[in-house]
């Protein structure tokens, strides 16, 4: 167990959880928001007896052990007791019943547990870790929370990214800290009052763009109870170098791709397109620059191993060194193991927390990840400093997040991420997206569009 020698920032921090009944703590990757909390719940709890019984909501991998593991790395938070509330609803009731100070319970379970306990909820302290998964005021797990948030005495809300798709995503979030009290009670009041349409059309709005000096006002509304601070004024970490490798398709798989994506494109209106018809057809032209898709049986087609190729030069020109993969879509984790099975490499998925401790350990060298089960709560940097992008996809958020398992305090290495991307394919377009830190629905609408009228000027190429 080690002693925990608290920055000034962190002390600062910790006094604000202890002062504040209802904080947002927005810090930046890598900032220690896990150790700052539970000291403040330490305090609360053994010293101050502020509060009884706490719950913790968390992404599910950060639930399951980042919680707990984090107060055992500390001699000042041994007196702490976690119960995980995970698992088939026998496992969660017993997990609920187990007497503890601090229970850990995955964010999809919000709504379950609101309903199991109802009036009689027993939790004064709330956490929210990844306080930017309840920036939807329609979700269900908005809904509840809201619901009992009368009965919670006091809340934290800890995320580096609260806003990551532009202003709007931080209304719910301010809603389930002060009730509505700053930016009002309605998202379409606190909307009409700092926004203006944008990208519209004769019958609906895409999106809203801030007014001027909205970015200011809101933040002075809410600097009472929002603690925001950037990694890069806080820490010494190493800089971070993106290398972007583009992938040329031979002649064949050219045409493959070219046939495919007109095919599809060819069939679509653009001015009818809407995100969810957009996701859908990006999702497939991004597999067909991954090297497969799946079939309308969900059986797997290969189309070319172009990028694949890149993918074993890279890997060979790391020179043994160990390597975090991150991959899109299921096909493309079984073909890289299959590509890779008799290179005596040292292979894993990033599925449990020997995994993680392996990685760390440096006993793997290549870990295959998703950005959605490894963006949150993860410390992997001990166990290397390259990430490779597979392939790559339009969440900006997950993006930020996963890059930031090897980019954090304790990385002593300049961590290098690289970008597999097939050139003219729509990786291009996300790249680009990603890059701009313009990763939103529009965007991803706007680029399709673009790809649709081009396909539909120049004909099918078959």
Known sequence: MTKFVPHNYQRYCINRVLTTPALGLLLDMGLGKTV???????????????????????????????????????????????????????????????????????????????????????????????????????????????????????????????????????????????????????????????????????????????????????????????????????LELPDITYNTIPVVLDSKAQKSYDRLESEMLLQVDESTIDAGSAAVLTNKLLQLCNGAVYDENREIVNIHDCKMEAFLELLEGLNGKPALVFYNFKHDKERIKKALA???????????????????????????????????????????????????NWSLELYQQANKRLHRQGQTEKVIIHHLTVAGGVDEDVAAALENKTSTQDQLMFALKARIERVQKEGDPT
């Open 36 to 234: 700052i909390t539970l000291t403040a719940v330490n305090d609360l709890k053994y010293n101050q007896f502020a509060v009884n019984k706490v719950l913790v909501i968390a992404p599910k991998k950060v639930a399951e052990s980042t919680w707990a593991r984090e107060a055992e790395k500390w001699e000042h938070l041994k007196l702490l007791r976690f119960s995980t509330v995970l698992g088939s609803a026998t496992k969660r009731v017993r997990a609920l019943n187990t007497p503890a100070d601090i229970y850990v319970i995955n964010r999809e379970n919000i709504p379950w547990l609101v309903e199991y306990y109802r009036n009689a909820w027993p939790f004064d302290m709330v956490i929210v870790d990844e306080f930017s998964s309840f920036k939807n005021h329609q979700a269900k797990r908005f809904k509840s929370l809201k619901w009992v948030r009368p009965h919670i005495k006091r809340i934290v809300g800890l995320t580096g990214t609260p806003a990551p798709n532009g202003l709007l995503d931080i209304w719910a979030q301010v809603y389930l800290l002060d009730n509505g009290e700053r930016l009002g009670k309605t998202i379409g009041g606190f909307r009409e009052r700092y926004f203006e349409p944008n990208q519209r059309n004769r019958d609906r709005v895409f999106n809203y763009a801030p007014k001027v000096g909205a970015d200011d006002a809101i933040q002075q509304l809410i600097g009472d109870i929002c603690v925001s601070m950037k990694a890069e004024d806080y």
């Open 342 to 392: 008799k290179s005596g490499l040292r292979i894993r998925g990033l599925e449990t927390d020997q995994d993680q401790i392996d990685w760390n350990n440096r006993q793997i060298d290549i870990l295959l990840a998703h950005p959605a089960s490894a963006a949150y709560g993860l410390n992997l940097q001990q166990g290397g400093n390259h990430v490779i992008w597979f392939g790559l």
